[in-house]
């Protein structure tokens, strides 16, 4: 090493989950090169599919991820349904929302609380951060716990559900576990709120770019499991016509496949991309709440985005509440008619769009299939926010510009399970 240039790195972060490096360039005080290397085996889920019976893809899909095993599953009970056109009665489309509202509240919640509010507060980590602060600490675990407790009655478990299926559920709880189950929410509704109140106080970096959002849109509700495909710029596609505007490449510093528009632009999903273009979907107390927080619409300060999902969990247990007080025990599921095709879903995992495309054949065996996680998607983005917020911050030392790299990153929530695998950085000072 020269004395021009300058190494910092990071072998491993408590926070996240596998292995990574971010580097970076500085030629004479200028940002010439920024890369976020993922290390991320291969681990083979599409290859899984093929040849099994498109039944199973919900409990095999789940696997992916521990974090957000229903957006998995949702992507594939909609992509598989999607080939035979059934749509789902009303009451099995709710307890859907339902069961996704607990992983909203959990994901973001265990972000929030563990991963993300430790840097606003100067801690290395969730246990460091308790010994200060342990009743807002205990006030995340009981806010987790109130997401879990909903896919546990729906799902049959908090972890890779197992109650899913394609055409509904295998089972529904009966009244008195959903009575049980709307007084934990009730609860968990105040928490979410101080929780948004409370996040709203804390001091955010600066840090604003004109994004391309991407992100579904319903005609009549905030997205999770339907819609149209819509960005900033004008899209507007069915889910159909994803793969014709969008694709993952491979880049040489990464093993994870990076997802652009294929104009070339990266594109930015999630609960910032869910709230700029659906602002207008969120019931009138969840806008008032998101005003009161100091939420204006539109938001393009990546580091805001834990705001974003503060004021998507007081909306979820809000949407559960909803569903929850109208339950009525029904029938499970509905059959879905064995049809050979290619279906497509895109349904909203806590991280963002979150793509599924199978092509089953007329014994109902899957012969190929596509996922395509947020994760994936945001690689881009998050590079080129990376490549700003050095350029803008210079002038800091470099442990001071490690630590702000580091937090940047987290503004994404990067899924656990699927794609975080970072972060070693290494900065080269050239001068």
């Known amino acids: 090493m020269t004395e021009k240039t300058k190494i910092i790195q990071v072998d491993y972060l408590a926070r996240v989950e596998g292995e990574g490096a971010m580097y970076v360039r500085i030629d004479d005080d200028k940002v010439t090169d920024v890369k976020l290397k993922i290390f991320e085996p291969p681990r083979f889920f599409e290859a899984f599919l093929r040849g099994r019976h498109h039944t199973e893809a919900p409990d095999i899909t789940a696997r992916i991820c521990g974090i ?13 349904e999607s080939i035979s056109g059934v749509i789902l009665p009303e009451y099995l489309r ?62 049959g478990r908090e972890v890779h559900p197992i109650n899913v299926r394609v055409g509904g559920f295998y089972k529904l709880p009966n009244r008195a576990e959903m009575k049980t189950l709307g007084q934990t929410l009730r609860h968990a509704r105040d928490l979410a709120q101080q929780t948004l109140d409370w996040i709203a106080t804390l001091d955010f970096p600066d840090l604003e770019r004109d994004y391309i959002f991407v992100a579904l849109r319903h005609e009549s509700e905030y997205p999770f499991n339907e819609g ?23 880049v040489e510093h990464s093993t994870a496949l990076q997802g652009r528009m294929k104009d070339g632009n990266a594109y930015f999903v999630g609960p910032m991309a869910r709230f700029n273009l659906n602002y207008d979907r969120l019931p009138e107390p969840i806008q008032v709440a998101a005003k009161a927080g100091g939420l204006e619409h539109p938001v393009k300060n990546p580091f ?53 495309r199978y092509t089953i054949d007329d014994q109902g065996i899957i012969q190929d299939a596509v996922i395509i996680p947020p994760t994936s998607q945001n690689q881009p983005t998050i590079e080129e926010d990376l490549f700003d917020l050095v350029t803008q911050n210079l002038h800091l030392p470099d442990a001071e510009l490690q630590h ?7 503004n994404y929530d990067p899924c656990i399970s699927c794609a975080t695998h970072f972060l070693n950085i290494k900065v080269e000072r050239n001068r």
Not at 230 to 249: A, C, R, T
Request: glycine share 6%; hydrophobic share 45%.
């Open 94 to 155: 709710d307890l859907r929302r339902l069961l996704y509202c607990g992983e909203w509240i959990s994901s973001h919640t265990l972000h929030m609380y563990m991963l993300h509010i430790p840097d606003f507060l100067g801690y290395a980590g969730a246990v460091e951060m308790a010994k200060d602060h342990g009743d807002i600490v205990r006030r995340g675990l009981e806010l987790k716990k109130a997401g879990n407790a909903i896919m546990a009655t729906l799902g």
């Open 228 to 250: 149209r495909v819509v960005s900033s710029q004008g899209l507007d596609i069915p889910v159909e016509e994803f793969p014709n505007h969008f694709e993952e490449i491979h």
């Open 304 to 356: 805001r985005s834990l705001l974003v999902r503060a004021l998507e969990t007081v909306y979820a247990c809000d949407e559960a509440l909803r569903i929850i007080d109208a339950f009525k025990k029904r029938d499970p599921f509905v059959e879905i008619p064995l049809v050979a095709g290619t279906g497509h879903a895109i349904t909203e995992a806590p991280r963002g769009l979150l793509y599924h």
């Open 404 to 410: 702000l790299c580091e937090q940047s990153i987290r």
């Open 68 to 80: 957000c095993p229903v957006a998995y599953q949702m992507s594939a009970v909609h992509a598989i």
